[in-house]
């Protein structure tokens, strides 16, 4: 008994030891004002390179975090990092590859060369031209300090062995050769090149909106062959696959920010909530993975650069001929924002912000796609969970209590009042995306 | 509730009664679907997102399908809520509404609906016959011994009231669903923790035993002590992971 005491004793303890040490070499454990103050010289260059490079880590985990790679390489429930995700585009299935550092299925042999010329040029390391699923059109614009750092981050992962699926494209897509026509269209190889006559604060929020953030994946459109022309970028589009519509970000009448204060521009990135509106579907997946671990500093310049995008409509205001709507769909309309909208968005559609957005004067609601907001009478949808905003409120479903004649009418109705410009929606448009599941 | 004691004579009274109480309940559960709170920042006014299907009080509404989930226990609440969320229990307008919540928010939420014990609503009227009815009642409280299946009150409570930490009622739920879920469970689409013990009971439940016991279930008064039982007075017949701690 007092044998097994003695040995359950030495085992706590050399656990505990274990642990400490573990603790103490653990990346980023170790801040530099508690190194040991007495050390030859050598021993504190080794101090000094070690801190170094943990800091090297940490910076990269954040800089991951900026680009979102967890969002797409990780499958759901799966390993972090480990792939797997099918990706559905409009060309067949594309299968996430794990990016863990595992010597045989993941980038465990990637040489930091290796993954600046991936990121840089979309090159794998075997050569193979990457699809451009992979934001390597944006990435291209990191620096290679960054994307050292983003590569430290990721070979201090713990690796897992899990081997790549093959995409599952249809044909002639699966024929990689014809990316490189797509890559003369569309991809423009080139590190961020700040602009003198701009604020470095301007600078860096270009840098992360432009690279890593990779905004222009879905807030530029995606036209038949995939590709975004850089002549409307920001300008919006539908998200291919997803049915939502990521609005433009030049446009006043979308989403563009021009006449937002700087404070809810940043609150609706990293706390996914503000108070001209919340975010919602995949913007909310953006903030909720990525956005929310943003620095103040990063984040109000992000709010700075999309600030000064220049707006620039391209289409007119709806006519008022558009804007005719039947005095009955809009009297339907209006009870059914009584009974069931009125409590969270108030009578006059001001809302309660950040927890209620405001619909009147929403530029969500009144841009031309109706579709987000089709989408939120039907499914309703939480604001995503954040550091600044962990216990969100949420808008309730409405698809089995309202049917498509309510619905279009309550959406036509909240586009049309409090001096909003929208234009009416049909019951069609509502059944369209009824039969839809959310993603 | 007096027109359920019909005497000959006074039938068409006590059937107005009955009528006119169950159009009541029905405009009754259907106000207590709309949103409605007192104060903006309040647990109430936040899960606002579950009442148009689940109830102001998580009693559930007039449609079948949606579960009544107050006073479940709090760790299957929270079970099915971060199930919900990884993807794990698949229903999407369920994966959508709590794709981006934190774990900490999830179990106040399911702490929430946890301590509510609303009226429960009226009962469905029961169609099925009384054998399937009286085949129902066996399963419930004796299980098929000749089936390896195990009665429902022997995880579910005496009361069908549920087990802490992880096991629900089963009071007040709809045939609808517990159909829905019995078979979901049969054909591997809803899943527990394993070892997953609901597995092993619908895996040997045929067509005919989920119609017998869900029109059973359905057809149970409330009892008057709603709380589940706690775990630690019942051994339970089959493993389960969500009882593990």
Known sequence: MVVAMRIFLGAVILAAVAIGVVFVMRPGALPADVRPRVLSTTAASAAAAATAATRVITRG???????????CHTAPNGKAFAGGRPMPTPFGALYVPNITPDDETGIGRWTPDDFYRMMHKGVSKDGTLLYPAMPF???????REDSDAIYSYLMSVTPVKQQNRPHDLKFPFNNRDLLLGWRTLYFHEGEYKPDPKQTAQWNRGAYLVQGLGHCAMCHTAINA?????????????????QNWYAPSLTSNREAGLGNWDLKDIADLLQVGASHRGTTYGPMAEVVYNSLQYLDDEDVNAMAVYLKALPQRDTEPPPTSQARLVDPQVLETGRKVYAAQCGVCHGAEGKGNAPAYPPLAGNQSITMSSPVNSIRMVLNGGYAPGTLKNPRPHGMPPFSHILSDDEVAAVVTYIREAWGNNGTPVTPAQANDLRKLLPE | MNGWSLVPRKTSRALVAVLAWGLASVVAAQSEAVPAFKKVDSIEARVQGCVTCHGQDGQGTNNGYFPRIAGKPAGYLYNQLTAFRDGTRRYPPMNYLVAYLPDDYLREIAGYFAKQQPPFAAKETASADARTISLGQ??????????????????????LTGMEPGIPGLVGLRPTYIVAQLTRWRVGERHAKEPDCMKRVAERLSDDDITAVAAWLSQQPAPKDLAPVSSSQ??????CGSQQR
Request: hydrophobic share 40%.
């Open chain 1, 225 to 241: 062959l995939g590709g975004s022309s850089e002549s409307k970028a920001f300008e919006g589009g539908m998200i291919p696959n």
């Open chain 2, 138 to 159: 066996a399963l419930a409280a004796q299980g098929d011994a000749s089936k390896g299946i195990p009665a429902c009150v022997a995880c579910h409570g005496n009361a």
């Open chain 1, 137 to 143: 059109a944006s990435y291209t614009r990191v620096t």
């Open chain 1, 61 to 71: 985990e954040y800089l991951a975090r900026a680009g979102d790679c967890v969002a």
């Open chain 2, 234 to 239: 019942v051994r339970m017949p089959f493993a």
